[in-house]
């Protein structure tokens, strides 16, 4: 009879924590996979698919399904490092060499307006109309360098994006080593 | 008048070295050679440059326009000619260059029709306007935009107005030498002020080691017969920084992420109130500073300095000693050393120190910290440095702002007082200008994913207009053939009913559904058909037709060449021409 008793109680106990389990996992469901997310937010949004993928969202997804973490050349060395603090994997040397931040330039006297690069551009920062000059928006270019290969008369050049006064920043204080004097031998 | 006086937590009191600089009263510096004037002097939008190499200018003509509404007007500091507008080495630590209009004086100084303003007469936004386009900004030395801060808050009344005179900072020595000079003037200024905010009191501090700016002060408020209070506050370093001498003042703190306008509370340079007042009533523009000259020189003065002044022809007016190695712009505290002597006097320049070793020992070797604690014991804003050291230095820039980072007025005190000599402020600027940097990286990444889902969305949508628009084009067609081709079944139902009028009306209707079907093939393999047949009368119009028409010489040139054409093995000799001749 006892043994009745507490299998009667253990099977209720689960019927009602089981069907808590059920209300919780409809109730607090967590809409998408929110690491893909993480992974995205470290991504710089160049959207240039330099990684292989065609976009930072793919290669974010990717990543979250065991891809390798050092393919994205515009995040730099440092994004390797945040990808690889967040997903607990090794620190890579990144897979392309490093370049600094540039933006895209059309040189607007050769420009023929056939609007490809405006297709290209994964963020519309190019403005221009058939047969019109077009011309990038400096602020909105990721420097992705997707117009690049569309444009049949090469008017498109990378620029680097040099230090001004709005972007300089403070050095880390260097502790300066100085050569001691070599003592003379007694 | 007796009054609470309340003290903030630490502060230092380095060597004061004012004395040299007070003994002679302003003077009027000269013309220098050239005057190179940066377009972006105060905080917020970049000036537009309103002038072209070549132009004449007055002085006090507008030079660079103010750009949105935090950004305040440039302007000529004397009159002669635009030599050039284009970059020039700022008064910067980063020795970087930046639009700047460079003007060649005729030595005439002649002004522009200076306008007397009654501001009395005009409302509160016409003022703050004419204060904007005149370049009225603070000049304590964080250079904001003065019209920004005259408005007063609609949710919190203003209680207090904060005049600063404390000049807190070693060396400097402008603010007191104008409070002596040009009581009055910086009086009245201060009555615009007043008049714009409204609040209940008016509070000028003075550190007490001004004895002649406060007495001169005093004076001059009984004889406006203003009401304000002139108050001594204790010589502590950094009691000239806003939020330090508000709550000396006042007793309110202001909180980390607030203003003081939250509590009610809005403070102002004394130099400040003076150009505003220059401004209003005599029609000046912001042309020219106070800036006092000092340090490794034989006679350490203030100058009224036109701005744009290159700071080695000013310094020359005190005459350096020869063993000088450079400009420090600002105080010791918290000045730096100018990348360049060229460097023009900006609206931010209060003060020149020439420096050498005797002045400026070198620094002994950073050594490791100890934690003794003395640089939180010293920090004006109860923040704790060495923990912000450990986490700028190992670059954890997150920590750093746990630890409020962003309070930190950089006044040097930890510095100064760090026993193991390390330059803690330069690791907090460097920890914030990283953050900044990253906070920009990151709104550029949002804007880009953005723009990017933005971009695929408008594909999408375009792609299922255009799909769709299709579709219902298809469906207007199939049903314009499905009418056309029931009419054509229609034709020989009516006739097949005329000849049996026996028959029941409903049924010519049903004959006519099966024919309809097949009617409706028929008509669209026609249409095809005849697409077909007007392709290939267009293809046979566009053939070229200028092989008719030849006279027997170009028939003969013709053939010659496909004779030739032939031998070379170019072509296919013509199909006319039998296969087995070929080989011979």
Request: hydrophobic share 40%; aromatic share 4%.
């Amino acid at each position: 009879m006892d043994i009745l008793l507490a299998i009667a109680i253990m099977a209720l106990g689960a019927v009602v924590l089981g069907a808590l389990l059920g209300f919780a996992s409809v109730k607090f469901k967590v809409e998408g996979d929110p690491l893909i997310e993480k992974i995205e937010a470290i991504l710089p949004q160049t959207q240039c698919g330099q990684c292989g993928y065609p976009g930072c969202k793919p290669y974010a997804e990717a990543i979250a399904n065991g891809d390798e973490i050092n393919k994205c050349p515009p995040g730099g060395v440092e994004g390797v490092q945040r990808l690889a603090d967040l997903l607990g994997r090794e620190v890579k040397p990144l897979d392309a060499e490093e370049k600094p931040k540039q933006i895209a330039i059309i040189d607007e006297n050769t420009c023929i307006g056939c609007t490809l690069c405006i297709q290209a551009c994964p963020v519309d920062a190019i403005v221009g109309a058939a047969k019109q000059m077009h011309t990038i928006v400096a602020q909105q270019c990721t420097g992705c360098e997707l117009c690049l290969p569309p444009c049949p008369v090469e008017c498109i050049r990378m620029e680097v994006i040099d230090e001004n006064i709005d972007n300089w920043k403070w050095k880390y204080p260097v502790v300066e080593i100085k050569a001691a004097a070599l003592q003379k031998a007694a | 008048m007796l009054m609470n006086l309340f003290k903030f937590k630490g502060g230092v009191k380095p060597p004061t070295n004012k004395t040299q600089s007070v003994g002679l009263p302003i003077a009027i510096a000269p013309l220098p050679s050239k005057l190179v004037v940066p377009l972006h002097q105060s905080i917020g939008g970049m000036p537009r440059p309103v002038v072209q190499a070549g132009d004449k200018v007055l002085k006090g003509q507008l030079i660079g326009e103010a750009d949105g509404r935090i950004s305040a007007a440039v302007h000529a500091p004397t009159s002669g000619t635009v030599v050039d507008v284009a970059m020039h080495i700022q008064p910067h630590p980063s020795g970087l260059d930046a639009l700047c209009v460079v003007i060649e004086p005729d030595g005439k100084d002649e002004w522009i029709d200076r306008q007397p303003l009654d501001y009395a007469a005009m409302s509160p936004e016409q003022v703050r306007e004419h204060l904007q386009q005149s370049g009225v900004v603070g000049l304590g030395g964080a250079v904001f935009p003065t019209h920004g801060k005259l408005t007063a808050s609609k949710t919190v009344p203003m209680e207090e107005m904060v005049i600063n005179g404390a000049e807190c900072e070693p060396f400097i020595t402008c603010d007191d030498l104008l409070m002596r000079e040009r009581a009055e003037e910086v009086v009245r200024g201060i009555g615009i002020f007043r008049d714009l905010l409204r609040p209940k009191k008016v509070l000028i501090g003075i550190e007490d080691n001004k004895p002649e700016a406060a007495a001169a002060m005093r004076a001059a408020v009984a004889a406006v017969g203003e009401d304000f209070a002139v108050i001594q506050v204790p010589t502590l370093y950094p009691a000239g920084g806003a939020k330090q001498l508000i709550r000396v003042l006042t007793g309110k703190e202001v909180p980390a992420a607030k203003r003081s306008t939250d509590l009610g509370v809005q403070c102002f340079n004394v130099a400040t109130a003076y150009t505003a007042w220059r401004a209003i009533a005599h029609g000046e523009p912001v042309v020219s500073r106070l800036v006092t000259v000092t340090g490794n020189v034989h006679d350490p003065r203030n100058y009224e300095v036109l701005i744009g002044t290159p700071m080695d022809e000013l310094l020359k007016l005190a005459r350096p000693h020869p063993d000088t190695d450079g400009i420090i712009m600002g105080g010791p505290m918290m000045g730096f050393l100018v990348p360049d002597v060229h460097v023009p006097v900006i609206k931010a320049t209060n003060c020149l120190i020439a420096h050498d070793d005797r002045l400026f020992p070198p620094k002994a070797p950073e050594m490791p910290c100890i934690r003794c604690g003395a640089c939180a014991q010293a920090c004006p804003h109860e923040l704790q440095p060495f923990e912000m050291y450990w986490f700028s230095r190992a670059k954890n820039f997150g920590k750093t702002q746990e630890y409020n980072i962003f309070d930190c007025i950089e006044c040097g005190c930890c510095s100064f007082v760090c026993p193991s000599r390390i330059p803690l402020v330069q690791y907090f600027r460097f920890a914030k200008s990283e953050i900044w940097a990253r906070e920009r990286e990151k709104n550029a990444a949002d804007q880009a994913k953005t723009r990017f889902e933005f971009k695929q969305l408008r594909e999408e949508r375009e792609k299922a207009d255009k799909a769709e628009k299709l579709a219902k084009a298809a469906a207007a067609q199939a049903a314009k053939k499905a009418a056309e081709a029931a009419a054509a079944a229609a034709v020989p139902a009516d006739a097949s009913a005329e000849a049996t009028p026996s028959a029941s009306g409903p049924a010519p209707a049903q004959t006519s559904a099966v024919p309809a079907v097949d009617a409706e093939k028929a008509a669209k393999m026609a249409t095809i058909e005849a697409a077909m047949a007007r392709a290939k009368a267009q293809r046979e119009a566009v053939q070229p037709k200028n092989t008719e028409n030849l006279t027997s010489e170009q028939q003969r040139a013709a053939s010659d060449i496909e004779a030739r054409r032939v031998a070379a093995h170019l072509i296919e000799p013509e199909p006319a021409t039998p296969a087995g001749e070929k080989t011979e």
